[in-house]
């Protein structure tokens, strides 16, 4: 099993010791305390956590979050990260996040285009630690290449690769294997797996740039 | 390369919400930067926890500006353009109609439907009587071509406001629904058995009093799952896609994200119906041995 960093704990809820953050509860996760419980089930970050997958979500790190939806997964990552952005591009989730937001000082809400980085540059940083993509389009692979000029030499970037949104014929494994080659254009992977059993037909990827 | 003058704070005073807010909102950079020193630097906050707290302020004004224009009018949005798309290509067509037997009075090889216009538009016209022939044509092609962009228009937007709908139905199909049942707001509060025969009303109230059997299908009959399923199916082929398109209708309205889900519980269950036809096929060869 991977260090957790301090921010993320494994804490008994329901009989199961589960991953949990310190932070103001968001969609009526059970709490222990002032931690509560992060459910791999609903977030596929949570679900790469448990699988092991080395994230290197640390204290304190700088995050670009893509395709936040109403705030449920960047909630937890604001709770142990340092600054993070927030990128949603329906309207709707959006107003779930800006409550998600108001309850935390480290998270910038940002209604953008994850495919047009021109148009959040002026307010993102650079030499970011890490870049999390959980976008539902196709093109999936071309929005993190895009994505790449925020992150530092050495960052990271965390995918969850659903294969329904490139294409809902072909085989999941044959779409994984095509977004994982476009990936090379700007990253190295260091790590992937299926999420199942917390999500169906997804891929959780973590590669570093090149 | 990127200076400090890209970033959203620049040349502005901390105090302006108004320009703050308008900066995020449509601002632009090539690359990203170091924001916090720059804005450091240029003053603008006294130190980077001082400009992370401008951050989060202007970033959550701006989009909950942003959220409240976008989400105030886009179902209308919709309803106009599909509304003004069918408007557009009835009208090329009933034009066309009087356009190809007028141009066969003064033109050899005339070819009918929209296409034929298209091509007189291009014709040199060498008296007054073909002059306004090819004029005539010429604004039908114009309204043919924004039928088209309308089109476009309609399926960028469809998914944007409702984005369930519009993986289910179809950008169009989705855009007629939310037109038929007047917004997307009351298209949530029908019931699938009235969204199954929206487009059907004057089958449904013949039937209603009296005249005729019930419709099995509205305008959701442009569906493939409705018109490619054989004709004994496709009541249940109708139903099933209603229940799930007012299943889809209900989460676009009240929550807005996408439910991967309902998509392939629809597919499942088309599957199903259309199995039968296999299963018959098969007991009738079995029988026939």
Redesign the interface.
């Known amino acids: 099993m991977i260090d957790l960093p301090d921010g993320i704990q494994r804490r008994e809820f329901d009989g199961r010791q589960r991953l949990a953050t310190r932070g103001q509860p968001v969609y009526g996760e059970p709490t222990d305390g002032e931690w509560r419980c992060w459910d791999a089930g609903r977030s596929k970050l949570g679900a790469m956590l448990e699988q092991g997958m080395p994230v290197g979500l640390t204290d304190g790190a700088s995050v670009l979050y893509l395709g936040a ?2 705030g449920t997964t960047v909630s937890h990552v604001a709770d142990v990260a340092g ?1 993070t952005y927030a990128v949603e ?7 779930d ?2 409550d998600v ?2 309850a935390r ?7 953008k285009d994850a495919r047009k980085p ?2 959040y ?7 970011l630690d890490l870049l999390v993509q959980d976008v ?1 389009t196709r093109g999936q692979a071309s929005v993190a290449v895009d994505n790449a ?2 992150l530092a030499d050495d960052g990271r970037l965390l995918l969850a690769i ?1 294969a ?1 949104s490139e294409d809902v014929t072909a085989d999941p494994e044959a779409v994984f294997e095509r977004v994982c080659e476009d990936l090379t254009e700007a990253y190295e992977i260091i790590d992937r797996q299926r999420l199942e059993p917390y999500h169906d037909d997804h891929l959780g990827v973590v590669a570093r740039k090149r | 390369m ?1 200076d400090a003058t ?3 704070f620049a040349g502005r005073a901390p105090d302006d919400t108004g320009e703050l807010r308008a ?3 449509t ?10 020193t720059a804005a450091v630097d240029a003053g603008f906050a006294a130190d980077t926890d001082d400009y ?2 401008r ?2 302020t202007a ?2 004004d ?3 500006e ?2 409240a224009e ?2 105030g009018a ?1 179902d209308q949005q919709l309803l106009h353009a599909v509304r003004a798309m069918d408007d557009a290509s009835r009208t090329a067509n009933e034009l066309t109609e009087r356009c190809t037997e007028w141009a066969a009075t003064q033109f050899d090889d005339v070819a009918s439907g929209v296409e034929g216009a298209r091509q007189l538009a291009d014709r040199e016209p060498a008296d007054p009587v073909k002059e306004r022939v090819v004029a005539l044509a010429t604004r039908i092609d114009d309204l043919a071509s924004e039928a088209d962009e309308l089109r476009g228009f309609i399926e960028r937007l469809a998914p ?1 406001v409702a ?1 369930n709908l519009a993986e289910m139905a179809g950008p169009v199909l989705a855009a007629r629904l939310i037109s038929l049942a007047g917004g997307l707001d009351s298209l949530a509060k029908k019931p699938s058995g009235t969204i199954q025969v929206l487009g059907a009303e004057d089958a449904l109230f013949a039937h209603l009093a009296g005249r005729g059997s019930s419709p099995k299908h509205g305008i959701i009959y442009t569906h493939p799952y409705v018109n490619g399923t054989r004709p004994e199916d496709r009541g249940s082929a109708a139903r099933a896609l209603a229940g799930k398109l007012a299943i889809a209708a209900r989460i676009d309205h009240y ?4 439910r ?1 889900t309902i998509h392939d519980e629809l597919d499942d269950r088309m599957a199903t119906i259309r199995a039968r036809a296999d299963d018959e096929a098969a007991d009738n060869a079995e029988g026939s041995q």
């Open positions: 939806a109403s600054p591009f329906a309207p709707r989730p959006m107003r996040l800006l937001a108001e000082e480290n998270l910038f809400p940002l209604l021109e148009t540059s002026h307010v993102v940083e650079s030499e539902a000029r925020f659903k329904r | 990127t890209d970033g959203w900066a995020i909102r601002g632009a950079a090539d690359a990203p930067a170091d924001w916090p992370y707290a951050l989060k970033t959550i701006a989009a909950r942003a959220v976008r989400e886009d944007e984005p929550s807005g994200d996408f991967p």
